[in-house]
C-alpha cells in the first residue's frame, strides 16, 4: 500500500507559519483587550443598576413595615386620623425613593456613554 502525497503540497517550516500567526495573533489581541474593556464597562453599569434596584426593594421593605405596624396598631391606639397620616408618609417615603430610582435610571445610560467614551 503506497501513501499518494500532492505535488503542491508545501513543505512545513516555521517561517511559513510565523507571518500567518502574527496576522492573525495581532488583530486578535487588540480586539480582545477592548472587548474585555467594553465588558467591564457594561458590567460596572449593571453593577450600579442592581444596587439602586436593591435600595429601592430596601426602602420598599421599610415603608410596608411601618404600613403593617400602622395598620396592627403597633404604635398605640389607631383613629382614622392617625392610620391616614401613617399612610400618607408611607406613601410620600415610596413617591420619593421611586422619583430617585426613576432619576438614576435615566442617568444610566449617560453614564454608560461617558465611560465609553473615556475608555475609548
Not at 500532492?6 to 507559519?17: E, G, L, M, V
Not at 460596572?44 to 426593594?57: A, C, G, P, Y
Request: proline share 2%; glycine share 2%; hydrophobic share 35%.
Amino acid at each position: 500500500m503506497t501513501t499518494l502525497q500532492s505535488p503542491h503540497k508545501k513543505s512545513i517550516n516555521a517561517s511559513n507559519y510565523d507571518s500567518v500567526f502574527i496576522w492573525w495573533y495581532q488583530p486578535w489581541m487588540t480586539t480582545n483587550g477592548l472587548t474585555a474593556k467594553l465588558q467591564h464597562i457594561w458590567f460596572d453599569t449593571i453593577n450600579d443598576n442592581m444596587r439602586h434596584e436593591l435600595e429601592f426593594f430596601s426602602t420598599m421593605t421599610e415603608s410596608y413595615s411601618k404600613l403593617t405596624s400602622c395598620m396592627l396598631g403597633f404604635e398605640g391606639v389607631q383613629t382614622p386620623l392617625s392610620m391616614a397620616s401613617c399612610y400618607h408618609k408611607v406613601v410620600s417615603d415610596m413617591a420619593d425613593v421611586n422619583m430617585r430610582r426613576m432619576l438614576k435610571t435615566t442617568e444610566l445610560n449617560k453614564d454608560l456613554k461617558e465611560r465609553i467614551w473615556c475608555k475609548i
